[in-house]
């Protein structure tokens, strides 16, 4: 069960290099729209004892500290993060949030980038989209290409719908990146060709300009997941290497 503090890090991401993390979720606790089972902050309902949202004022505290902190010991950044204990763009100051964020970083940290890993259910809303688009790297998450998957994979809270985020992602012009997890249960296997295939249909036509792949690497709250090989992700979606698009595999 992991519990982030508001700002936290740097910590090495297998993705992002030197991730400076800011979290927008309680400190204690956990807010999220989806219940992934892969999910290394735990179940949601484990998550309730704390329900308190960080201020915008908090965190531009709490960041420009830490920047300060970091530049007078040299330490590197290369991603200012937005990840926690949950689904960011929850959070009801996220837009003015990501505005001082970008201020902070280009006073400290120009040369970092800033990232918000988000699972893409709220960029249908203007004032989240504009914001997303605002920052570096928007990475966005589609584990499954089908809502039955979704459920099982996911479980959003209800609501939610793959063909609406998709349509919504449209709105980058291909300008973010494409984030999903591969794995395996008893109930399903993202290596499968009809997992496989509706989800390539769906980079398809998202053209993002880049992929980020991987699998599980730390206890998830469901027993039982396998995950998969980098050898054997390479394989999978060697098609869609074959057709120009950039990939990133993380085992």
Avoid at 33 to 54: A, Q, S
Avoid at 72 to 82: E, K, L, Q, Y
Avoid at 105 to 110: E, M, V
Wanted: glycine share 6%; proline share 7%; with cysteine.
């Amino acid at each position: 069960m992991i519990r982030e503090e508001t700002v936290f890090g740097p910590i090495f991401s297998r993705r992002l290099g030197s991730s400076l993390g800011i979290n927008l979720l309680p400190e204690k606790g956990k807010i999220c729209n989806f219940d992934c089972i892969y999910c290394e902050c735990g179940w949601n309902r484990d998550g309730r004892n704390d329900m308190v949202l960080p201020t915008a004022n908090k965190v531009q505290h709490d960041l420009e500290k830490k920047l300060q902190e970091l530049c007078a010991n040299g330490t590197p950044v290369d991603s200012i993060t937005f990840s926690g204990d949950g689904e960011p763009t929850l959070n009801p100051q996220f837009a003015e949030i990501i505005d001082l964020t970008l201020a902070l970083r280009d006073r400290y940290y120009p040369q970092a980038v800033v990232s918000v890993l988000s699972n893409a259910t709220r960029v249908h809303i203007p004032q989240i989209f504009e914001a997303l688009r605002r920052v570096d790297n928007p990475i966005m998450k589609i584990d499954a290409p089908t809502n039955a998957l979704a459920a099982l994979i996911n479980q959003p809270a209800p609501g939610y719908d793959v063909g609406r985020v998709v349509e919504a992602l449209k709105q980058f012009d291909g300008n973010f990146v494409l984030q999903t997890c591969m794995l395996r249960s008893a109930e399903f296997d993202s290596s499968s060709p009809e997992v496989l295939n509706g989800w390539m249909q769906i980079v398809r036509q998202l053209h993002p300009r880049e992929i980020m792949v991987y699998t599980i690497d730390r206890p998830t709250p469901m027993q039982g997941l396998q995950k998969i090989s980098p050898e054997e992700m390479y394989k999978m979606v060697q098609p869609l290497i074959d057709e120009g698009f950039s990939i990133q595999i993380k085992g």
